[in-house]
């Protein structure tokens, strides 16, 4: 044998095990096959445990909402309208005397003024001589008819005695007649002068507001030349055009509902309706008294409706309908909170309610505002009435 032999004999000879060594190894290795098989048969007929499930966390609300319900309501059936508001009457305060000056102006554009209070005064001195020469003219008559009457009844009794023709007594009879017809003619002219006297004062014919005014102190004015114009009683009303198919459904006393172009909303009633149709146009006026006080002017565009009667609706609050992809849905709330979107059809619209023509029923409990947050499926946290969902949003995080 050779040395590299005996190298590589001896190196197999080192690495083989000893025989005490593999006996150890072969009785652990038995031992504890035993030891897993009589574990797994000792009762081979009892199932292994089943672990038991890992409780699942609950699911994240997306919002704290408010419920609400759909509402059976008595839904007004209304006309759509346009038109203006005007003064129900704008009287025109004139003058009735020329060529006198004004002295003072005691009334401004938008002042609210009482039957008979003075707006105006011309200077009267001019006509306040006139009525004194005017009853200087009638004391005057007064004493001409004085002297003929005593000479009539003077001549009636020389009449009989024959010492006075019937020639003469007709002539103190007729003279008495004469200065009693000038006494009518001076009472008239002195209470003509009067008048123009009191016409001095311009005063309002009527209840109601100033809406223009022209005149001016100093100025010397004509006859019948306007100085302010009044809305009576400060009553307004709004000028309806209707067409023609619209006239026979209107009917005075129904009530109307407009909004001016300052955003006033006002309520009135119909007062009359017009007579005759615009050969251009087809339209119609209609005539809505609005109340006193209103925040309207005249002059101002308003767009409103007419109520012509009333009908059964199912209405929901507009915060609880949302559209998306041309078409209007609700959010029914389900058990545990969860929503389901349903599709619905609107109808018509009144102040913050509109009106569901299909899709809803009274028994659905629905999501009133935020819609626009949620998604099919999702599960949200009703509130109690009256509660903000705000506070409770924060709350819940």
Not at 223 to 233: A, V
Not at 277 to 287: E, G, H, I, P, Q
């Amino acid at each position: 044998m050779t040395g590299s032999d005996q190298y590589q004999w001896k190196t197999n000879i080192m690495k083989k095990p000893s025989l005490k060594q593999a006996g150890w190894g072969a009785a652990l290795t038995l031992a504890l096959c035993g030891t897993a098989l009589w574990a797994t048969g000792a009762d081979s007929s009892t199932p292994a445990a089943v672990p038991a499930p890992k409780p699942q966390p609950a699911e994240k609300s997306a919002l704290a909402v408010n419920a609400v319900q759909p509402r059976v309501i008595e839904w007004p059936i209304s006309v759509t309208a346009n038109g203006n508001i005007a003064a129900w009457q704008e009287a025109a305060v004139g003058s009735e005397l020329g060529g006198l000056r004004l002295s003072e102006v005691a009334v401004n554009v938008g002042d609210v003024v009482r039957k008979g209070q003075v707006l105006a005064r011309f200077a009267s001195a001019s006509v306040t001589a006139d009525v004194m020469q005017q009853q200087a003219s009638l004391e005057e008559a007064e004493a001409a008819l004085s002297e003929a009457q005593a000479n009539a009844e003077r001549a009636r009794v020389l009449i009989n005695s024959g010492a006075l023709s019937g020639q003469m007594n007709k002539q103190y009879m007729t003279a008495a007649q004469s200065a009693k017809a000038r006494l009518s003619l001076a009472s008239a002219r002195l209470k003509s002068e009067q008048i123009r006297l009191q016409q001095t004062v311009v005063v309002a014919p009527d209840d109601g507001v100033i809406s223009a005014r022209s005149a001016a102190v100093g100025a010397v004015v004509g006859q019948g030349q306007e100085l302010f114009k009044l809305i009576r009683q400060n009553r307004l009303e709004w000028r309806v055009e209707l067409s023609s198919a619209d006239l026979l459904r209107v009917k005075p006393g129904q009530h109307a509902h407009l909004v001016a172009a300052n955003g006033a909303t006002v309520e009135g009633k119909v007062r009359i309706v017009g007579p005759s149709v615009d050969t251009a146009t087809r339209n119609a006026l209609v005539y809505v008294d609005l109340p006193v006080g209103s925040r309207v002017q005249s002059g101002m565009f308003a767009t409103g409706s007419l109520e012509l009667g009333r009908s059964t609706a199912l209405a929901v609050p507009q915060s609880a309908v949302v559209s998306a992809d041309g078409y209007n849905y609700v959010y029914r709330i389900g058990n545990g909170g969860k929503v389901s979107q349903v599709r619905v059809e609107l109808g018509r619209r009144l102040e913050q309610d509109v009106e569901l023509v299909s899709g809803g029923d009274p028994s659905m409990r629905l999501v009133a505002r935020g819609v626009g947050f949620l998604n099919d499926g999702d599960t949200v946290t009703v509130l109690a009435p009256g509660a903000a969902p705000g506070a409770a949003q924060i709350a819940s995080r």
